[in-house]
């Protein structure tokens, strides 16, 4: 691999280096409040990358007050993770161009590029057509034009905050070298082992995976592979048992009347998606498949996928007339919909019968 961006190595390198350098002497000016600073800023700094940068301006998956961006822009300095134009540009360019020569950081190139290596030989050049909503943006413009004074300033006062309780070197190592270190290795799993250790329930085609030990250090964003079927769903753990507080602090701060408008896909609409994409493999499975039960399964899939593809598209047609229907009208509707949601839950029990048997019988990758 060789180096491109000298600037980018110097930097990793030298706080890395650093921080090597200077464990020693944290291990003899070691206080506890160092790990205290060292785990709220990083807190900070990560829910600032996931909630900010990630779902709120590069997928738009909620709308936010100009405050809420403001505090989002500054905290996510803390991390030294570019701008949020640069950040959200490479992020859309990714989803864009997943798994293939023009994903930035593609993970077929290996583990080290996709987690650190792309950042030394590859960059995206900022472009109007992917980020021109960003570019209206007067804050993350702000932010962009000031990035390295807004990083000097945040950085700067944590690390002025941590003198007051501990020695210097304890603060510049807890509240600032390991914190970056941390948040840094952490965001880049997900462009690593985020597409390589897991499962692929949601886009069994993308080598994107869900993780939940990774979920736990990146709040929430470990369910990569729901992320890459469904971008634009504020949650990327949609489960109530699934570790995303960054879809906690989303739904919180729409309570407190800071962020609006907040995306998700109901469940029947996943169903159906999970459905659509889980025939496709079965009918790729059964071309090679000439047995007779084979052809009995296939034509049952075949059924039953339709079936369930054309009750669901009928639930999620009269949700959407729900919204503007008059006070009589509604309760018409919302029956109708409660007996379709009956005798699609079903159909959805029959499918996943059907798969798991074929899965058992016929060697098909699935994850229901």
Known sequence: MRIKHWDNFAFIAGYHLLLLLLLP????????????LCFVTYVLGGLAITAGYHRLFSHKAYKASPVYEMLNLFFATLAVEASALQWSNDHRVHHTH???DKDPYNINRGFFYAHIGWLFVHHVPIQ?????????????MFQYNHLLAMSLVSNGLVFAIGCLFMHPIASL????????????????????LAHIWGSRTYAKEQTAVDNGILALLTFGEGYHNYHHALAYDYRNG???YHFDPTKWLVWTCSKLGMTS?????????????????????????FKTEFDEKAVELRKRAEELAHTFEE???VILRKARELKDATDAKRLELKLEIKELKRELKVHWKEWVELTQYVVKNYHIAHAH
Do not use: Y
């Open 25 to 36: 002497l944290f291990v003899i000016h070691f206080h506890w409040s160092a790990l205290v």
């Open 173 to 192: 190592v807890g509240g600032v070298l390991l914190r970056v270190f941390l948040i840094h290795h952490c965001t880049w799993f997900i462009n690593s």
């Open 311 to 313: 009750k669901a598209a």
């Open 238 to 240: 949609i489960r109530w």
């Open 98 to 100: 997943v798994d293939t």
């Open 128 to 140: 109007d057509r992917v980020v021109s909503d960003l570019k209206k943006n007067p804050r993350v």
């Open 261 to 285: 408008d907040l995306r998700r896909v109901s469940k029947v609409h996943l169903q159906k998606i999970l459905v659509s994409k889980d025939k496709e493999l079965l009918m790729d499975r």
